[in-house]
């Protein structure tokens, strides 16, 4: 058996990769050919082109690379056509791969999608797309399996990888070690700026401020940036110096930093999740242009942007994570009595919002009462939601059975 993968960015590289590594386990002679980035191509996965360096934001950054897509499109089709494929697998990264999934519906072959487009947060037309070039979607959320399932898609409920590839993830003892004899002295403070280069250019200089500030009311703090590569370290380190700031920059210790964190500031995405499973009080940021900001609230259909935040409000207080069919623009922003219910404070911004950002992490880190009531709620949080022993397991019996 031959199976396509096409994933776009590094969190669907690592999740593609884990299913790979599954699948072998269950059907040994099977063949994995497609987009994606190195996590894939280490697990076995015949690369067409890496992927994850096209990991765009914005429809603009879209553009600009349309005729190189074009070219990766016509190699997809090639494949598609010229090799025995048995089945598509499609992750996240949505644009590219409504096409790829055209395509191979076009020609008869099974189309699932695992770790869906998030359609039920943004521009829910979309699921039509869905509904219509899939023949099954996998769901890692409880409350979107429901959605889609409303909508009309066949889908399968596996819970989320993230948790189950979290408890797989060895840290690095001689690290943590080294680690905690050089920087260990007070609290740590966590810096994640995200897998993007743009996340990492849009944000940074947010964060340092908010960071500096920090420093200066808390001195014994100890921050330190976990860089997602060297490109991006090397991009934090340049402005460290504009800025005449000293802290230390890591790439590949990710998981061993959050571990060793007492707290942590984070740009949006799917690394909430890990911030849940460890149990980390964080403050999630992620600034964005004013055109964007204000688009955002006639598309947007969720009431926060923070995946945790999401599960928090249906799981923990049993709300829906939608605004009503009703709403049609939803409110510029949370007041804060919305904001002291969320599990991670989160700020979406076209403004400069570091001094609120501080206040979360000083109030963390001052007071040891108001950090052990947060980390209660997220254990209660994560008892909830993490209730599928082996998503993965799951994922690829349900693929192996369609095919």
Known sequence: MKIFFSAGEPSGDIHAAALIETIKKLAPDTEFVGFGGPKMEQAGCRLITDMT??????????????????????????????????????????????????????????????????????????????????????????????????????????????????????????????????????????????????????????????????????????????????????????????????????????????????????????VSLELLACNKPSVIYFRVGRFGLFLQRFFRRTRHITLVNMLGVNQLYGQSVFFSDSTRIIPREPNEAERNLMLFPEFLTSSNRSSRVADWIINYLSQPKEQAEQKQRLEMLLHRVDVIESPLELAAKTLLASV
């Not at 090799?83 to 699932?112: C, S």
């Not at 590569?229 to 930093?257: C, D, Q, W, Y």
């Open 53 to 270: 360096q096209f990991a765009f934001m914005w429809l603009s950054q879209v553009i600009k690379q349309y005729f190189h897509f074009r070219k990766l499109f016509r190699e997809a089709k090639k494949v598609l056509h010229s090799e025995m494929i048995d089945l598509v697998v499609l992750v996240d990264y949505p644009g590219f791969n409504w096409h790829i999934a055209k395509a191979a519906k076009d020609i008869g072959i099974p189309v699932v999608y695992f770790m869906p487009p998030q359609v039920w947060a943004w521009a829910q037309h979309r699921v039509k797309k869905l509904r219509n070039r899939t023949d099954l979607v996998l769901c890692s959320m409880l409350f979107e399996w429901k959605w889609f399932k409303k909508h009309g898609c066949k889908t399968v409920y596996i819970g989320h990888p993230f948790f189950e590839e979290i408890r797989k993830k060895q840290s690095d003892p001689e690290f943590l070690e080294s680690f905690y004899e050089q920087h260990g002295k007070g609290p740590v403070l966590t810096i994640l700026t995200g897998s993007r280069n743009q996340e990492v250019e849009a944000n940074l200089n947010d964060i340092l401020s908010a960071v500096k500030r920090v420093q200066y009311e808390l001195p014994n703090v100890q921050p330190v940036f976990a860089a997602f590569n060297e490109l991006h370290a090397s991009m934090i380190r340049r402005r460290l110096t504009e800025r005449k700031m000293s802290i230390p920059v890591f790439v590949g210790k990710t998981t061993e930093l959050i571990r060793a964190a007492d707290c942590c500031i984070a740009v949006s995405g799917s």
